[in-house]
């Protein structure tokens, strides 16, 4: 399964996603390849972002902003935007045999920490959701 997550920046949304649905996917045994993205992507990753996806474990290695257009849109199955820039900008692919949109708020109007693990818990809650992963 190869599944691509596009943000506007891609150096926060999308890098959570595929750090969260890469673990969470693995635990169960899916071998999966996963994609990050945005549609203007700027700089690298805020260390904020790394320290609250280490928080709870998840992988940071490897983790940096590539344009939406460099991605190899005919291999993507799965194709989740996670900003209404990125939902409007990204072109439709016959390919995608599955396309998403999840509702995030946008880390440029919050900086601090708890903001930004309000994020990452939000993205958990989705990746769970999607893969079918049952929380008590």
Known sequence: MRVCFVSTKGNVRAPMAKSIFTKLARTLLLSVEVYSAGTEPEGTLPEEVIKVLEEKGYPTEG??????????????????????????????????????????????????????????????????????????
């Open 63 to 136: 983790l940096e902003p590539i344009n939406c257009q460099s991605l190899p849109h005919e291999r993507i199955d799965i194709f989740i935007t996670l900003s209404q820039e990125a939902r409007d900008k990204c072109p439709y692919n016959i390919n995608h045999k599955r396309r998403e949109h999840w509702v995030l708020e946008d880390p440029s109007k919050h900086s601090d920490l708890s903001a930004l693990r309000n994020i990452r818990d939000s993205i958990e809650r989705y990746v769970k959701e999607f893969l079918k992963i049952r929380t008590t």
